[in-house]
Structures are given as C-alpha cells and as structure tokens.
C-alpha cells in the first residue's frame, strides 16, 4: 500500500509509525511544510491512560517518551491574594518539539521518507497514492479541498489565549488569577521539563482590550503579563515564539467538528478532524489515539473504503465525550467570574468538576454544598447522571448517534 499523509505532528508521524510495524512493506511519505526541528507551543500535558496506549503499541517511542518527559505532582489554584487550594493528582509534560523530535527518528528507523518545507495546499499538489491522510491540523488545506464531503463545523471560543513558555519551573499544575481592573485574567502552568513550564494566559475579550493586548507590541505585552503574574514567576520571564517586534500570537480557540472524516482516499487525523479545548489537555492524546485507530483499521480491513469507514464511525463515537468535557471546560473558564471569589476549597472543587453538565445551571454555593454531600445516594446518581453523556445515557447505537 502507497500512503501519503500531509503533516508532521503527533498524528501523522505517530500513524506512520504504527503503519510501518503493522504492514512493514507499505510506502509512507510524509509531507510537512515546516523545516524539521520547527513547531508551534510549548509543553502538552499527558496521563497515565495515553502512556498505556503508547506501551501497548510502540513500546520503543513510548519509553522514549517517558524518558523525556517531566512529571508534576499535585495541581494548585490560587487567587492573587489569597492562599492556594491544593487538590492532588500527578501527570507528565513533554515539550511538543521534544515529542516530535522522537517521533520523527523512529519514523525515519522504521523506513518513513519525510519530506519537510513541503508545503501542500491545491489540488494538484496532492500526492497519488491509495490513502492520503491530512494530519495537518486545524487549519487543514487538505479538509478545505473536501469541504462538501467533510462538511466541517468550527465555532471559536470566546476568551482570548496565548501560549507562552517560562524558564520558572511549576512543579504542580498551577492556575492562577488576577483580578484587574478590566477584568479577570489566568493562566495554566505546568513543568514540562527541568528547565521550562508552559504558561498559558486566558482572559475575556473585554479584559484583552481594556488591558490593552489587542494594541501592545509583542515584547510590551510580556512585560504587562509579567508584571500582572509576578508574585507567580518569581522573577522569570516569559517567552514567547513570535519576534520581539510582533504583536503577541493572542488566538480564540477553534472548536472543530466534521460530520465525515473521509472522502474517497482522503482521511482525516487529528485536529484536522476534531479539536477538543486546551484546558482538558487532551489534544496531543486523542490525535494519537486517532492514529493508531487508522492504523489498525488499515491493517485488520482489506479493503481501503471499508478501513476508513470503520475508522470514521469508531472515532467519532470515541470523541462525543472528550468533546463535550471540552465544552464544559470552555464554558467554565468563559463564565470564570461566577466562581473567582468561591474561597479556595470552593473553588478547586468547582474547577476539579469543571465537566459537569450541572454546574452552569446550580448556583456555585450551592453546588459545593452537594459536592459536599455526595455520600448521599440521590446526590451521588444527580452526579453521576452530571457526568455521563448522550452516548451512555441513551445507549443508542452509534451511527444513530451522528447521523
Ligand atoms: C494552547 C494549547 C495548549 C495545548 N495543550 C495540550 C496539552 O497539554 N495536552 C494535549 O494533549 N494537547 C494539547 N493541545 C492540543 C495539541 O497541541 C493538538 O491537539 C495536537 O498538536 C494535534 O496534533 P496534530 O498532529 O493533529 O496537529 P498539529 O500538531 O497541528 O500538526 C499538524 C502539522 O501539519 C503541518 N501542516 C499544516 N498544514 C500543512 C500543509 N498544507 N502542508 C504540509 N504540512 C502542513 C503543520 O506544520 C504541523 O506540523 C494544546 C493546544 C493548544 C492550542
């Protein structure tokens, strides 16, 4: 088999090394517009369940990987002012470029010809082959040239984000807000290696313009986000990929959907067919989980059209929840001045269950008192019923589910 996969980041590499220890004798190129060692971000998040995944098909890039990796311990939400919340838990962070880099040399060993400054984006670039797979993210060409087929649904964010790097270490997951005159603005930080965190700064629209950010130079805003988060750095800078001269790389996130994930020999991987919000940290996870899906449905079916369409349908099934945790997630920090003076204990549970159904509509306090009181069995099956979603309460087949 001859596959062409458009994209160099965890999806398309990842792919193309579970295709080559499955069927050893397929072809794989894979075509990436950027020189290799070039990326986008910083540091991503991982748990346990993706380090299974990663043992149970590639044990090699897997130890790699956890070799690589930074692991934080405990997550910590403090309010300028105030005293932190602490809530438990432990994870691992990875820098995206260090990631890349390990998938990109296994790859290479296993035979992958990876062609980078190759850009594809007209119909005529795209290569022959009997599968192309655009693993070339969310703003994927490959999925525009498609669109009727795909019929992509993207609905941006309301809050305004920008990734940024620190060299002060968070050894927790740590969130941190700071009230402003304009509003509130946060941030998530986490280690993602001895020397580097990510830092991720949220706000409103409102609060982006009135502090300023949609006018500010580039090297301005980091010193204005300095200043605002200086009791967290402990004097360390923030950095940013963008040149000193440009304005910050300031985004709202894009919630993507497609109803069809392929069309004809064109299949979608990744975010290029779904993106499912920062603050579940999951992107990375279920771009991979995508791939060795395809993998395996390519390797177990015969037949190509069949291979693709089982893909499709065990996908997007696998995303109903993560994609409505996403929204949730979304919506809770987009509605974050309903909870920015609970006091800490308050406001770590209310953040920890930030994927519950029931939270928009229970008055904050309220919803401690029954998270409090989840030992009772009503309050406990309100709970449960809180976190299912459609695809379990309704136990409808799944075509019906996204039909
Ligand atoms: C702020 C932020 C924080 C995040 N944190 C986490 C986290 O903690 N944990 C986590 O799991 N996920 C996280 N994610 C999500 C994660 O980054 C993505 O889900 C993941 O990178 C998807 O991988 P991918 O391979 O599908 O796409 P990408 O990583 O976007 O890779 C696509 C590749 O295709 C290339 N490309 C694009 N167009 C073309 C073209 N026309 N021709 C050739 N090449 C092309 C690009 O250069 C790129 O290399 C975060 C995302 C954001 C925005």
């Given at each position: 088999?001859?596959?062409a996969c458009i994209g160099a980041?965890?999806?398309?590499?990842?792919?193309?090394?579970?295709?080559?220890?499955?069927?050893?004798?397929?072809?794989?190129t894979i075509f990436e517009r950027?020189?290799?060692?070039?990326?986008?971000?910083?540091?991503?998040?991982?748990?346990?369940?993706?380090?299974?995944?990663?043992?149970?098909?590639?044990?090699?890039?897997?130890?790699?990987?956890?070799?690589?990796?930074?692991?934080?311990?405990?997550?910590?939400?403090?309010?300028?002012?105030?005293?932190?919340?602490?809530?438990?838990?432990?994870?691992?962070?990875?820098?995206?470029?260090?990631?890349?880099?390990?998938?990109?040399?296994?790859?290479?060993?296993?035979?992958?010809?990876i062609r980078y400054?190759h850009e594809i984006?007209?119909?005529?670039q795209?290569p022959?082959?009997?599968?192309?797979?655009?693993?070339?993210?969310?703003?994927?060409?490959?999925?525009?040239?498609?669109?009727?087929?795909?019929?992509?649904?993207?609905?941006?964010?309301?809050?305004?984000?920008?990734?940024?790097?620190?060299?002060?270490?968070?050894?927790?997951?740590?969130?941190?807000?700071?009230?402003?005159?304009?509003?509130?603005?946060?941030?998530?930080?986490?280690?993602?290696?001895?020397?580097?965190?990510?830092?991720?700064?949220?706000?409103?629209?409102?609060?982006?313009?009135?502090?300023?950010?949609?006018?500010?130079?580039?090297?301005?805003?980091?010193?204005?986000?300095?200043?605002?988060?200086?009791?967290?750095?402990?004097?360390?800078?923030?950095?940013?990929?963008?040149?000193?001269?440009?304005?910050?790389?300031?985004?709202?996130?894009?919630?993507?959907?497609?109803?069809?994930?392929?069309?004809?020999?064109?299949?979608?991987?990744?975010?290029?067919?779904?993106?499912?919000?920062?603050?579940?940290?999951?992107?990375?996870?279920?771009?991979?989980?995508?791939?060795?899906?395809?993998?395996?449905?390519?390797?177990?079916?015969?037949?190509?059209?069949?291979?693709?369409?089982?893909?499709?349908?065990?996908?997007?099934?696998?995303?109903?929840?993560?994609?409505?945790?996403?929204?949730?997630?979304?919506?809770?920090?987009?509605?974050?001045?309903?909870?920015?003076?609970?006091?800490?204990?308050?406001?770590?549970?209310?953040?920890?269950?930030?994927?519950?159904?029931?939270?928009?509509?229970?008055?904050?306090?309220?919803?401690?008192?029954?998270?409090?009181?989840?030992?009772?069995?009503?309050?406990?099956?309100?709970?449960?019923?809180?976190?299912?979603?459609?695809?379990?309460?309704?136990?409808?087949?799944?075509?019906?589910?996204?039909?």
């Open positions: 088999m001859k596959i980041g965890p999806a398309g590499l990842y792919f193309s090394i579970l295709m080559k220890l499955r069927d050893p004798g397929t072809e794989i950027n020189p290799a060692g070039v990326t986008h971000g910083w540091g991503v998040v991982f748990w346990d369940d993706l380090v299974a995944d990663l043992r149970a098909n590639d044990p090699v890039s897997a130890n790699t990987i956890l070799d690589a990796s930074f692991c934080w311990i405990d997550q910590v939400v403090e309010v300028k002012g105030g005293s932190p919340a602490r809530g438990g838990g432990t994870g691992y962070g990875i820098g995206r470029q260090t990631l890349l880099d390990i998938l990109r040399r296994r790859a290479t060993d296993l035979g992958v010809a400054e984006t007209g119909p005529s795209v022959d082959a009997d599968v192309v797979v655009a693993a070339d993210g969310v703003g994927s060409h490959l999925r525009r040239l498609h669109e009727d087929t795909f019929e992509p649904h993207i609905e941006p964010g309301r809050n305004k984000y920008v990734w940024l790097g620190t060299s002060r270490v968070f050894e927790a997951f740590t969130f941190g807000l700071v009230p402003t005159e304009a509003g509130w603005i946060w941030f998530h930080a986490y280690g993602y290696s001895p020397t580097m965190s990510t830092f991720i700064v949220e706000c409103s629209p409102q609060t982006w313009q009135g502090l300023g950010f949609d006018r500010m130079p580039g090297d301005e805003s980091l010193r204005a986000l300095e200043h605002l988060f200086a009791d967290y750095l402990g004097g360390h800078r923030l950095l940013s990929q963008s040149g000193t001269e440009e304005p910050l790389p300031w985004l709202n996130f894009r919630n993507l959907t497609n109803r069809k994930w392929h069309a004809g020999n064109v299949v979608l991987l990744g975010d290029a067919a779904h993106t499912a919000h920062f603050s579940i940290g999951s992107g990375t996870r279920l771009a991979m989980q995508d791939a060795i899906a395809l993998a395996d449905s390519l390797h177990r079916t015969k037949s190509i059209p069949a291979a693709l369409a089982a893909y499709e349908s065990e996908r997007q099934f696998a995303m109903l929840r993560p994609q409505r945790e996403a929204r949730l997630s979304a919506a809770w920090f987009e509605n974050i001045a309903r909870y920015a003076t609970l006091d800490g204990p308050q406001l770590f549970a209310l953040l920890l269950d930030r994927r519950s159904r029931l939270i928009p509509h229970v008055p904050p306090r309220l919803y401690y008192a029954l998270h409090r009181a989840k030992r009772i069995p009503l309050v406990r099956m309100l709970y449960r019923w809180a976190a299912m979603g459609v695809e379990q309460v309704s136990g409808l087949p799944r075509r019906l589910l996204h039909s």
